[in-house]
């Protein structure tokens, strides 16, 4: 699996733009990129994912660079409960096995 | 829709002990994941099972085994418990294939303490 890097920690303005950004520079050409998150004790959450092209639904948008080695997450309007750690993770879609980092702790600010 | 629920949600066992975890999967979803999570390793697979198959494990002593039943719930059994086996393990569930073999809903997690 492509290794993922992520920022330890960001802190966003409540009712701004989260933007988590994730470099994959090393990701091949059949791998997705999945995003989930944690909330402190709790299971992992699943957002979003893609492989080509920007994804959105109603929790978030994935925006994949055209290289493809890298993403950035997007929270429109950030909430308090929206702090958690987000991890990125870059996966062959039938791999059934994920490769979780240290993620991006993301503390919403009122 | 119902989630996936694990339970014990919270246990306590001494070193050397066993233990056995359950989780119900999603209504539909035949693959189970389990994952333990500890502060200094993180989140870290340990297997998968689909239609009471193991199809992937991660790198974990055979201390760790798991099993799935024909409706898809499933146990994992920890063996001779070691102070290290302290963490949340979680569970999770997904359709099993495809892309979305990795969209993964998880359970709220049982959170083992070995004394």
């Known amino acids: 699996d492509a290794k993922t890097t992520q920022p330890t920690s960001m802190d966003c303005a409540e009712g701004r733009a989260a933007n988590l950004p994730c470099n994959h520079s090393?990701?091949?050409?059949?791998?997705?990129v999945y995003w989930y998150r944690q909330i402190h004790s709790q299971g992992p959450q699943y957002i979003i994912h893609?492989?080509?092209n920007n994804e959105t639904n109603e929790m978030a948008s994935l925006i994949i660079t055209e290289d493809r080695k890298s993403s950035t997450l997007i929270l429109p309007h950030a909430t308090l409960r929206d702090t958690a750690v987000y991890y990125c993770?870059?996966?062959?879609?039938?791999?059934?096995?994920?490769?979780f980092g240290s993620g991006t702790q993301l503390t919403v600010l009122p | 829709k119902a989630g996936v629920t694990q339970t014990p949600r919270y246990l306590i066992k001494t070193r050397g002990q066993q233990v056995t975890l359950s989780c119900s999967p999603i209504s539909g979803h035949r693959s189970v994941s389990w994952y333990q999570q500890t502060p200094g390793q993180g989140l870290q697979f340990l297997f998968e099972y689909f239609s009471e198959t193991q199809r992937n494990k991660g790198n974990f002593p055979g201390r760790f085994s798991g099993r799935q039943f024909s409706n898809s719930r499933s146990e994992m059994n920890v063996s001779t418990l070691e102070l290290g086996d302290s963490a949340l393990y979680l569970c999770?569930?997904?359709?099993?294939?495809?892309?979305?073999?990795?969209?993964?809903?998880f359970g709220a997690g049982s959170r083992l303490t070995v004394l």
């Open positions: 893609g492989l080509k």
């Open positions: 090393t990701i091949s050409g059949n791998e997705y």
């Open positions: 999770a569930s997904s359709l099993g294939s495809g892309p979305g073999a990795n969209v993964l809903t």
């Open positions: 993770i870059v996966n062959l879609g039938s791999a059934r096995q994920l490769t």
